[in-house]
């Protein structure tokens, strides 16, 4: 008896442009391209839950069974919505001199993403990125490490750490951005908390209060963090030669 050939997740071989032979039949009357680019309108609208076949079908005016003909699943149209919405990364990054050059232009790269389609953010993550353009993106930065001198698999740590790092930044902001009510800042919110900051001994924290220096806003915190993960590596770099 003869094993079965390995099956490829959801959406993998389309994403790189395989597709199944043909049917019999009338030609479909539309395409995997349209479907995705109607899944990212639900998304830049809508965020990551609006994305569905029944909402796709509807805006194309056909029924919900009929995506099967062009997609397998819901979790195949996610990873080519995906894909789609990521697309390849800016040309720019590999232009920049020194690894820490291109390293803080692919995070700039990756947190401006976000910014433009914050349900990324929601996207499961199922493992390690197969589809082209998150490869690229992956690749980009390997390309920047490579004259580091680190070991590949380093490289590869370093690519999980800065992306990683993006990730939670750009979701902080997101929040923040999302959050009712008013700041921490504000001369309200600082009367209230001066003296109970006082009386419990948060003497460091009352100080800062005081001086304007314990905010929400995140203005620098991206290059603060960003350099102290960079110095990191420079640091790893230099013990291991």
Not at 86 to 113: F, K, L, N
Not at 142 to 171: F, I, K, M, P
Not at 229 to 237: E, Q, V
Request: contains cysteine; aromatic residues 6%.
């Amino acid at each position: 008896m003869t094993d079965k050939p390995a099956q490829l997740p959801p959406g993998l071989a389309l994403a790189w442009g395989v597709t199944a032979p043909g049917r019999r039949g009338p030609k479909p009357a539309h395409s995997v391209e349209r479907i995705v680019e109607l899944g990212i309108e639900l998304g830049d609208t809508g965020g990551f839950e609006a994305i569905s076949l029944q909402r796709i079908a509807g805006r194309l005016g056909v029924t919900t069974n009929a995506m099967y003909r062009y997609v397998s699943s819901k979790e195949e149209l996610i990873v080519l919505v995906t894909e789609a919405a990521w697309g390849p990364p800016p040309d720019a990054i590999q232009q920049t001199e020194g690894w820490r050059a291109g390293a803080t232009a692919w995070v700039h790269a990756i947190v401006e993403r976000y910014g433009e389609r914050p349900w990324l953010l929601d996207v499961p993550i199922r493992g390690a990125p197969v589809t082209p353009n998150l490869l690229h993106w992956t690749e980009v930065l390997l390309q920047c490490l490579d004259d580091t001198g680190l070991s590949r698999h380093d490289n590869l740590g370093c690519v999980l750490l800065l992306d990683g790092y993006a990730r939670s930044y750009s979701s902080l902001i997101r929040q923040l951005g999302a959050t009712v009510g008013p700041p921490v800042e504000s001369a309200a919110v600082a009367g209230f908390l001066l003296p109970r900051l006082k009386e419990r001994g948060f003497l460091i924290l009352e100080s800062m209060l005081s001086g304007q220096e314990y905010e929400d806003t995140v203005d620098d915190d991206l290059d603060f963090g960003l350099t102290r993960i960079l110095d990191g590596i420079d640091h790893l770099i230099c013990t291991s030669h």
